[in-house]
């Protein structure tokens, strides 16, 4: 592809304009959460839609997650596809039942007789000094609880994709973002998360992670935010002439376990990348799906590289210290080698 052919797109803008094109053709699909309308989202993901498609289907709601994210429920089941934003991870903990109790078990709860076709959006992540209650990424809290798919993209290819996918799902989709790759420069940007975008409505398949950058000696896995962290982490490690494999998860449920295993029976080590708690979470579920397997594959103990248990620090030096950057990937290859 030539420079001249590039359409470079933000995360926000993808998911925007994936909604969009999927309103259009199917009169089912909506929008409800805070600030979703005339301000376009806190994280710019809803941007131009009210504009086009109007506040009947592009729905400012009240501060009340349970009631939007139950009316979405309903809706869901009633036949419509709604797509709802709960602006911050955090909040889950005053919407749980709706998400839960509700919107994940439904499904099973009727047998099978009824589907919930609605797409769960919200932010994560931290890095920008937002707080304990803002800046958690809980991805193994909403990996571990059946019923639900989970996704969480790295750059705005796989945004759009996944997206459009999420809308066309008859069962629930938790699509997990992270603010510091959407591009809004006030909360950081990524650069390599901002990529070229087909204009024309795409779909990625929910369940299929990606090698995003082949190597020999150590397999690091990660999601989000951490691919970009694990790819610098790898160019570093070339450096020392370490071959590093990068794979991509996108996708946390269903979780690709053969591509993480084919990955680490040919490199023999492996090294997790997870924003979020280290313990009992998505850094764990990872290396047992390769211990379980095929133990024999390991030249090395894996390694992880998380959050600290502990709740997130406002000041900007001790929220920095806990978080995984390509510095504590490198150190970890390190303590792998000196073991």
């Known amino acids: 592809m030539t420079k001249s052919n590039e359409r470079k797109l933000t995360i926000a803008r993808a998911m925007a304009e994936a909604t969009a094109q999927e309103m259009r053709i199917d009169p089912s699909v909506f929008v409800m959460g805070e600030d979703i309308g005339p301000l376009g989202g806190v994280y710019g993901n809803t941007r131009g839609l009210i504009e086009e498609f ?7 709601t009240p501060i009340s997650e349970t009631a939007f994210i139950g009316a979405a429920v309903g809706a869901a089941q009633d036949g419509m596809r709604p797509v709802v934003e709960l602006m911050f991870v955090d909040f889950f903990g005053v919407c749980f ?11 099973y709860f009727s047998g099978g007789n009824v589907k919930v076709p609605m797409v769960l959006m919200t932010s994560t992540g931290g890095g920008y000094s937002d707080g304990g209650q803002h800046s958690q990424c809980l991805y193994g809290t909403f990996a571990h609880l059946p019923g639900m798919k989970v996704v969480a993209p790295s750059n705005a290819y796989d945004a759009k994709g996944l997206m459009t996918a999420a809308m066309r799902d008859d069962s629930p989709v938790v699509y997990m973002y992270h603010k510091g790759l959407q591009g809004m420069g006030w909360l950081g940007t ?5 990529v070229h975008v087909p204009e024309e409505p795409y779909t990625l398949e929910i369940g299929k992670a990606k090698v995003v950058r082949e190597g020999k000696d150590v397999s690091i896995v990660s999601c989000g935010m951490g691919v970009h962290n694990a790819l610098k982490a790898a160019k570093k490690l070339e450096e020392q002439g370490v071959s590093a494999e990068v794979v991509d998860l996108v996708s946390l449920v269903p979780l690709d376990r053969e591509t993480i295993r084919a990955s680490v029976a040919k490199t023999g080590r492996l090294i997790v990348v997870d924003e979020d708690y280290m313990s009992y979470g998505l850094s764990g ?15 090395a103990a894996p390694k992880r590289v998380a959050f600290p248990d502990v709740p997130i620090p406002f000041a900007r030096v001790m929220e920095q210290f806990c978080l995984p950057n390509p510095d504590k990937i490198v150190a970890a290859w390190d303590e792998m080698q000196a073991a």
């Open 97 to 107: 039942d709706a998400i839960y109790n509700l919107m994940a078990k439904n499904i």
């Open 190 to 194: 990524e650069a390599g998360a901002t």
């Open 285 to 299: 579920e990872i290396i047992a799906s390769v211990t379980e397997h095929d133990i024999s594959v390991l030249k």
């Open 54 to 60: 109007g506040a009947e289907r592009i729905r400012d």
